[in-house]
């Protein structure tokens, strides 16, 4: 059987902007008591 994006993924997963802070990422990261953020690049 074949594992897909599907199978591992996180629905509702939050990222943070590149603009961002390493400080505001850990505070988005505290209040949703979570381990990892996506760092999303803006394509502008």
């Known amino acids: 059987m074949t594992t897909t994006a599907r199978d591992i993924?996180?629905?509702?997963?939050?990222?943070v902007a590149a603009e961002e802070t390493?400080?505001?990422a850990a505070r988005?990261?505290?209040e949703l008591g979570?381990?990892?953020l996506?760092?999303?690049?803006?394509?502008?």
Do not use: I, N, Y
């Open 28 to 30: 988005k990261m505290t």
């Open 9 to 15: 993924m996180t629905r509702g997963a939050e990222c």
């Open 22 to 24: 390493v400080l505001d």
């Open 38 to 44: 996506l760092d999303v690049l803006s394509s502008d």
């Open 34 to 36: 979570v381990g990892d």
